[in-house]
T-cell receptor, first 113, second 108 residues
Framework: EPEVTQTPSHQVTQMGQEVILRCVPI?????FYWYRQILGQKVEFLVS????????KSEIFDDQFSVERPDGSNFTLKIRSTKLEDSAMYFC???????????FGPGTRLTVT | DAKTTQPNSMESNEEEPVHLPCNHSTISGTDYIHWYRQLPSQGPEYVIHGLTSNVNNRMASLAIAEDRKSSTLILHRATLRDAAVYYC?????????FGTGTSLTVIP
């Protein structure tokens, strides 16, 4: 069964450093998403991406965040200058179409020290 | 973001049905009702979704009130593997806003 994959599973970085989280969505899916979940808290929507552009973003997704689909398979989330409060689990998801079910990856745990 | 209200936690005995309620009194006509669950240390997993009519799939059933202001996720026979946090989400457009969900404990 096709699945969303994410790499790395765990990333440790120092405050102020740039990180890139990678995702490979399910191959025939057209919509892509990033979410984050701070330990013990709810899942928070960050951004959705369709047709090579951001379709919606939350207040959390400020100028230090960016997303890109650099090729036909990868979907990346870049955090330019990490802060301690960026420590969280980051989930990528994809769906065939809008308003359809989303398939989530296993997540990348980001630890900012 | 559209709001949903769910109980913080529920318990069920194994192999018994579970009814997980969700209130969404501010739902708009174009909002779909989605249910996801999150097992410990995993990403959210799709369970079921609907717009107006009740829906059934291999995992669960979704009962939607006639006025659409509430819905109920029904697990027909709870197993230990169903222990998870269940999220009821209203979806318009390309974003999901998760609430705090209902933590379901299944008692052997």
């Amino acid at each position: 069964e096709p699945e969303v994959t994410q790499t790395p599973s765990h990333q440790v970085t120092q405050m102020g450093q740039e990180v890139i989280l990678r995702c490979v969505p399910i191959s025939n899916h057209l919509y892509f998403y990033w979410y984050r979940q701070i330990l013990g808290q709810k899942v928070e929507f960050l951004v959705s991406f369709y047709n090579n552009e951001i379709s919606e973003k939350s207040e959390i997704f400020d100028d230090q965040f960016s997303v890109e689909r650099p090729d036909g398979s990868n979907f990346t989330l870049k955090i330019r200058s990490t802060k301690l409060e960026d420590s969280a689990m980051y989930f990528c998801a994809s769906s065939e179409a809008g308003l359809r079910e989303q398939y989530f990856g296993p997540g990348t745990r980001l630890t900012v020290t | 973001d559209a709001k949903t209200t769910q109980p913080n936690s529920m318990e069920s005995n194994e192999e018994e049905p579970v009814h997980l309620p969700c209130n969404h009194s501010t739902i708009s006509g174009t909002d779909y009702i989605h249910w996801y669950r999150q097992l410990p240390s995993q990403g959210p997993e799709y369970v079921i979704h609907g717009l107006t009519s009740n829906v059934n799939n291999r995992m669960a059933s979704l009962a939607i009130a006639e006025d659409r202001k509430s819905s109920t996720l029904i697990l027909h026979r709870a197993t230990l593997r169903d222990a998870a946090v269940y999220y009821c989400i209203l979806n318009t457009g390309n974003q999901f806003y998760f609430g705090t969900g209902t933590s379901l404990t299944v008692i052997p």
